[in-house]
DNA sequence: TGTATGACCCTGA
DNA sequence: CTCAGGGCCATAC
């Protein structure tokens, strides 16, 4: 039963190999663009599972807060900041920010915080 | 079959 | 802003 498809694998690859140099989408975000709502922690696992060879853009991806996933100091972390800095992607602190007053239209494409989810429980 | 473990998320204090 | 608490879901033991 509850085990993941392997489809649903490819179709978070997809999502994730279609966000745009110089901007990120959030765990949660991937999973929901893939149609599977509530499956972030899918998401970490696909990311983990995927091949190099695939090339995606994994350090595109990063939680709701806008940081980095991976504990700070560590390699990957720093990595993944590099990568995203290489971009144009820049940061306050920790998360990565938003130009405030410039690209409105640029928020709701990538950073969209997302309205009321229909939810229900186990 | 049950428990523990995440590159998570959301709400409330 | 940070923290804690509860929820969610597939995988490893």
């Not at 807060?65 to 990568?83: E, N």
Request: glycine fraction near 10%; aromatic fraction near 4%.
């Amino acid at each position: 039963m509850a085990k993941a498809p392997e489809d649903a694998i490819e179709r978070i690859w997809r999502v994730v190999a279609a966000i745009a140099p110089g901007r990120v989408e959030s765990y949660g975000g991937v999973a929901r663009r893939a149609g599977l709502p509530r499956h972030a922690r899918l998401v970490v696992m696909a990311l983990k599972a995927a091949p190099e060879e695939l090339g995606l853009p994994w350090h595109r991806v990063v939680n709701a807060s806008g940081r980095i996933g991976f504990p700070a100091g560590s390699a990957s972390h720093l990595l993944q900041r590099r990568l995203l800095e290489a971009e144009g992607v820049r940061f306050r602190g920790a998360a990565v920010v938003r130009e405030a007053g410039e690209g409105d239209d640029l928020d709701e494409l990538l950073w969209r915080p997302r309205p009321p989810p229909p939810r229900r429980r186990r």
